[in-house]
């Protein structure tokens, strides 16, 4: 049964960092694809990165590539995401999401975290 949790959400100043983990269980997040999405009130769920080790494929969404990282961790079956130089905008719900290692940024995901909430706010 697969199964991610999120953690590491919370409230930072614009220009600062959170680090966010995925951490997985039924599945290794080697073999599969793991996305970082991110939901605002009253917005659509945007994805946000993807990494994809078993076909090597890191994707970013444009609005954070250069400030954002996703990363794993195969010892502890956990993904990351750094997040870098936030911007108010980054305020959403982040949600940790698994699928097969061809899915991209609009899918397909069948399997998902209870979402975490981060807030980049002065």
């Known amino acids: 049964q697969l199964q991610v949790v999120e953690s590491g959400g919370g409230l930072v100043q614009p220009g600062g960092s959170l680090r966010l983990s995925c951490e997985a269980s039924?599945?290794?997040?080697?073999?599969?694809?793991i996305a970082w999405f991110r939901q605002a009130p009253g917005k659509e769920r945007e994805g946000v990165a993807l990494?994809?080790?078993?076909?090597?494929?890191?994707n970013y969404a444009d609005s954070v590539k250069g400030r954002f990282t996703i990363s794993r961790d195969n010892a502890k079956n956990t993904v990351y995401l750094q997040m870098n130089s936030m911007k108010p905008e980054d305020t959403a719900v982040y949600y940790c999401?698994?699928?097969?290692?061809?899915?991209?940024?609009?899918?397909?995901?069948?399997?998902w975290g209870q979402g975490t909430q981060v807030t980049v706010s002065s």
């Open positions: 039924g599945f290794i997040v080697e073999y599969y694809a």
């Open positions: 999401a698994a699928g097969p290692p061809m899915a991209n940024l609009v899918g397909p995901y069948d399997y």
């Open positions: 990494i994809s080790s078993s076909l090597g494929k890191i």
